[in-house]
């Protein structure tokens, strides 16, 4: 899967696959008109730092694929079907357009 500059990772395990299953979601909008929807727990970097997508705000900024940044306009939450989590061997992926980490605040 498609990690960051262009850059592959290697799948390991899909640690979620309920594709039937309802959920709340963040919905991240940047300026640049990425929308990132993500679990309040899910690690994105903020400001260019791992950090949980529920501590983001509006004003913070995302990490692109590109590796270039975008600022969060807005922030809301939706009801979507489908929760998925897919383990890279590099611990991050590109949902969306956005740099995502793998890993949610649940891992220790």
């Known amino acids: 899967v498609l990690v960051t500059g262009g850059q ?3 799948v390991f395990i899909i640690s979620h696959s309920l594709p039937k ?3 709340e979601f963040l919905q991240l909008a940047t300026r640049q008109n990425h929308t990132l929807r993500v679990t ?6 903020v400001n260019g730092n791992l950090a949980s997508a529920g501590s983001a705000s ?3 900024t995302l990490t692109l694929a590109d590796g270039t940044t975008s600022t969060i306009a807005s922030i809301g939450k939706v009801w979507k ?7 890279t061997l590099r611990g991050d992926i ?3 357009g956005v740099l995502a980490s793998t890993y949610t605040t ?3």
């Open 58 to 60: 509006v004003g913070d």
């Open 8 to 10: 592959y990772s290697d």
């Open 21 to 23: 299953a309802k959920a």
């Open 106 to 108: 649940k891992v220790h």
């Open 81 to 87: 079907d489908g929760v998925f989590n897919v383990l």
């Open 40 to 45: 309040p727990d899910h690690f994105v970097y």
């Open 94 to 96: 590109v949902v969306d």
